[in-house]
């Protein structure tokens, strides 16, 4: 999922934010591509595309139950 910085409802436009892989720093260039991410401790983690790819089994493995 992909997300942009709010504008503080002061009517201006919103600005992309810049995502950066949590695992191996890869920077997103251009328009924002679907990245998966997590909310740990209130803080968002973005994962490429690659490395959700990679880690797809370590990922579905902390989903709840109620998931499934």
Same mark, same amino acid.
């Given at each position: 999922?992909? =997300?942009?910085? *709010?504008? /503080?409802? /002061?009517?201006?436009?919103?600005?992309?934010?810049?995502? +950066?892989?949590? $695992?191996?720093?890869? +920077?997103?260039? *251009?328009?924002?591509?679907? !990245?998966?991410? =997590?909310?740990?401790? *209130?803080?968002?983690?973005?994962?490429?595309?690659?490395? =959700? $790819?990679?880690?797809? @089994?370590?990922?579905? *493995? @902390?989903? /709840?139950?109620? !998931? !499934?």
């Amino acid at each position: 999922m992909t =997300s942009s910085a *709010g504008s /503080d409802n /002061d009517g201006s436009a919103a600005r992309p934010q810049t995502l +950066v892989c949590s $695992r191996c720093g890869t +920077v997103a260039e *251009g328009p924002q591509p679907i !990245w998966s991410f =997590s909310v740990e401790n *209130g803080v968002r983690h973005y994962l490429c595309d690659t490395c =959700s $790819r990679e880690n797809l @089994r370590a990922i579905e *493995g @902390r989903l /709840d139950s109620a !998931w !499934w």
